[in-house]
């Protein structure tokens, strides 16, 4: 995502739909056919990909869990995936 901050503005169809700006597409990291979400905050919005936020707000509720599996490296990620599809395979 751009680091420049910037503003640009689009005008509100009929029907309430907005064509997203080029640059602000770019700036969010979304093409043709992705999903965007709106974050409602009083009378401020954010528009955000919806990837990204779908995957934070994961991270979020998963605070911690690594740890109490025992995963503190990516290492221990990459041991636990080899082993599950080893136990997969097996069955």
């Known amino acids: ?4 901050a910037f503003v640009n503005d689009a005008r ?4 309430g739909q907005v064509t997203i700006p080029k640059n602000v597409r770019a700036a969010l990291g979304v093409e043709n ?3 965007v979400t709106f974050i409602v905050d ?3 919005v954010r528009v955000v990909n919806s990837t990204v936020y779908a995957l934070m707000r994961l991270q979020e509720q ?12 990516e290492e221990d990620v990459a041991n636990w995936i080899t082993q599950s599809r080893r136990e997969e395979s097996a069955e």
């Open 1 to 4: 995502m751009a680091s420049t």
């Open 12 to 15: 509100v169809m009929a029907k």
């Open 33 to 35: 056919g992705d999903r």
């Open 42 to 44: 009083g009378s401020n």
């Open 62 to 73: 998963m605070g911690g869990e690594a740890e109490k599996a025992g995963l503190f490296t």
